[in-house]
């Protein structure tokens, strides 16, 4: 491994996620604890757990993120602007929002720009948002960046993970696009420290996991084998 990835921070790049639909209580408190064990950059929750989340990591280092219009991004503006306000009162820090993908389709580009831009208006909250690329063409993707990010959001984000997860091919058109004036979120698929540092290297700068912990693991496994084999 080189001495650059040997370096790297990985947790500070992970959005911790437990996007499950029959997560418990005890199952966000203990997502919260690996959140703050590990140092990671935050933890990203639904909406109904948010207050639970800023109670617990009060005062710590990871922020807590929720998702917006997850996963299909197809709910009306009006439900989405309210529930990215009523996340913010909770204590919501970051909100990763899953734009219309039927409206860029359609090429109804005003809509998507303005249901982000009022959220980022509204909120003051850093925004991710989120492309789904896997079900994209190539000029939608191109569309879709050009969007988002005159609409003022603070992070372009692949996919959900529920249609097909982040490629390194994707990370790099996002970097080029974007031309580092935001940040990338890749997210969905991503298995093993071999996947997360591959995309980091590609130009992304969060990483969204349910297996943080796992992949922190496995890095320290592969940085401590060169000093095994010498024995």
Known sequence: MSKAFSDLDLAAFIDHALLSPIATAEQVAHACYVAERYRFASVCLFPVHVRQAVELLHGKIPKVCTVIGFPCGATTSAVK????????????????????????????????????????????CPVKAILEMGLLTEAEKRLAVDVCMDAGVAFLKTSTGWNGGATVADVKLLKELSKGQVGIKASGGIRTAEQALDLILAGATRLGTSRGPELMQQLEAMLDAPIQSQK
């Open 81 to 124: 602007f309210f529930e990215a306000q009523e996340a913010v009162e909770h204590g919501a820090t970051e909100l990763d929002v899953v734009i219309n993908l039927g409206w860029l389709r359609m090429g109804k580009t005003d809509d998507v720009h303005r249901e982000l831009a009022e959220i980022v208006d509204a909120t003051g």
